[in-house]
């Protein structure tokens, strides 16, 4: 194990300040090699995993986790339970001594108690009263979710998630942003602190990060996909539920609905030609829009026209299209006053992706159902997209005034 740990620290200086994501076309040789990097980290781990397998046996070792006043408290709990045994056994035990002894054994069990702290009516759903817990950090000091008493983001990432270890570099950012207005907690799932110290290090977070080494908080959590976020208020309901990898925008408009104020965030450097080429690529795809939209209109004067190969060919090139759009997009970086526009034409372009691929199937299967759902969520996303760019166009309009 030690071997491959000195070689995933190799990659840890790519690691820093990362913001990538793997699906998307590198907009650089750097970007590109920061991606190797997260893979080859993430491989590394799994391969580290599967050599050390021996090294899940110590997951579960508290002992070996927590600071020093928390290993005496677990010795006081196990001297507590003994004499509590010895004095139950004496015919002539004092009532009150026992009693005395129960409940210092009662408060040794709720202090150094790990895992998840089942409440009424909690659960992981948007409404509900988030489920408690209380893990060690990687201090090997016990933190308790419900004692936090400020608005929590919760994140559980594991090593072997290539999406969670990219999310990281973000979230330190959001946590740099919030301060003490919000805490920012990761939650390791099931792994030995030190691959928890390791890939801490070298994604360069200073946020809590909490080990749940026996995985006790997967089901009361429903966890059914990696990374899982959960953005708790201050009262402790949870506001949004998050399944998968979400971009640092995304992150800090779900923490600005828990403050109810706009977090003074870095969205990095602002290319001072987004004016430009946003407004080209709304103008280029609200025209598509336009020649689309005839293309399905005509499609539902003339049913058969789904299998004549002219427009088989020219509803083909329009889904092309709105891939290539929205890899355009995606290379943009709004300034922070049109994000949320930014954002929105952002989702419609999102549901055109699917409404392509419902299409293309379509048309090479000569399914018509299909072809009917892929128009159906074109027309959607293109209402969707028609209000956004308004919106974006007003925000750069604002934004040009002198």
């Known amino acids: 194990m030690r071997a491959v740990t000195a070689i995933v620290r190799s990659f840890g200086g790519a690691l820093r300040g990362m913001q990538v994501n793997v ?18 980290l993430v491989a590394l781990a799994a391969v580290g ?12 070792d508290v002992a070996e986790v927590a600071d020093e006043s928390f290993r005496v408290q ?17 015919e002539a035990a004092d009532a009150a001594q026992v009693e005395e002894l129960e409940t210092r054994v009662e408060e040794l069990e709720d202090a150094t108690f790990l895992g998840y702290l089942p ?9 509900a009263l988030v489920p408690d817990f209380r893990l060690l950090d990687l201090d090997g000091r016990p933190v308790h979710l419900s004692a936090l008493g400020r608005p929590a983001i919760v994140n559980f ?3 072997w998630c290539g999406f969670c270890i990219e999310e990281m570099p973000d979230f330190e950012r959001l946590h740099q942003a919030a301060g003490d207005r919000v805490a920012v907690i ?16 070298h994604t360069g977070v200073t946020y809590t990060l909490l080990l749940d080494l026996d995985d006790a908080l997967a089901r009361p959590y429903r966890i059914i996909g990696m990374p899982t976020t959960l953005y708790v208020r201050a009262d402790g309901v949870v506001d949004t539920v998050k399944i998968g990898f979400h971009t640092f925008e995304e992150m800090t408009a779900l923490t600005n609905r828990l403050l109810d104020e706009d977090l003074a965030v870095d969205l990095g450097p602002i290319d001072e030609s987004f004016s430009v080429r946003a407004r080209d690529l709304l103008d280029s795809q609200t025209a598509n829009h336009a020649v689309a939209g005839e293309l399905f209109d005509r499609l539902a004067a003339d049913p058969s026209l789904a299998e004549d190969v002219a427009w088989q060919r ?22 922070s006053a049109a994000a949320a526009p930014s954002a929105a034409v952002k989702e419609a372009f999102e549901i055109l992706q ?15 159902a299909r072809i009917e759902r892929g128009v159906n969520l074109f027309n959607d996303a293109a209402a969707l997209f028609a209000i956004a760019a308004d919106d974006l166009r007003a925000a750069l309009d604002r934004l040009a005034a002198p």
């Open 23 to 40: 699906l998307q076309r590198p907009r650089s040789r750097r970007e590109a090699v920061q991606r190797l990097a997260v893979l080859g």
């Open 49 to 60: 995993a599967y050599l050390a397998g021996a090294d899940r046996a110590d997951v579960g």
């Open 74 to 90: 677990r010795q006081e709990l196990d001297e507590a339970r003994a004499d509590l045994a010895d004095l139950r056994e004496e």
């Open 119 to 127: 409440r009424d009516g909690d659960g992981p759903s948007v409404g």
């Open 157 to 159: 990432w594991a090593s």
């Open 186 to 201: 990761g939650v390791n799932r099931a792994e030995p602190l030190h691959t928890a110290e390791l890939f801490a290090s």
């Open 314 to 335: 020219n509803v083909t090139a329009q889904a092309q299209i709105w891939v290539a759009n929205f890899g355009a997009w995606r290379d943009l970086h709004p300034p």
């Open 354 to 368: 699917v409404a392509g691929g419902l299409l293309v199937t379509g048309v090479k299967q000569g399914d018509a």
